[in-house]
């Protein structure tokens, strides 16, 4: 009894705050599996690295345009400073409180064609079975 404490009354060579057992190289009793789980996550990051590598050869050109980030503050129609009070439209415009209105703009959305879609895509066709004596 006096023997296994002693061996087992050694501290950690991780410096943890734990005693280390000598079964496990002076280290923690937990120490030895985290480092093998540990390796095996590097090992699985280092394998997804390699496969999304790209393997296209060929020579390519990176074009880099702008993303159209830059802010309207102007209406489309009379040129009109809007600031944070403009509408913006459905046809991508935006414009000032007197031609938010779509026949104002002359806006170019087909509103008809919209609310058809939508129609279509709320009420699903609902179809009887071409054999009238199944059930």
Known sequence: MDSQNNSSSSPCKRGC???????????????????????????????????SLPTNTGE??????????????????????????GFACRCGKVLCGSHRYPKEHSCTFDFKKADRDCLIK??????????YFRV
């Open 122 to 131: 709320q009420n699903p066709l609902i179809k009887s079975d071409k054999l």
């Open 60 to 85: 390519t050109t990176l074009t880099i345009t702008s993303a159209g980030s830059t802010v309207k503050n102007r209406c489309e129609s009379c040129n009109k400073k809007v600031g944070l009070t």
């Open 17 to 51: 705050g734990f005693f280390g057992s000598p079964q496990n190289h002076g280290l923690y009793l937990y120490l030895p599996r985290l480092e093998t789980i540990a390796s095996t996550k590097t090992t699985a990051l280092t394998i997804d690295k390699q496969l």
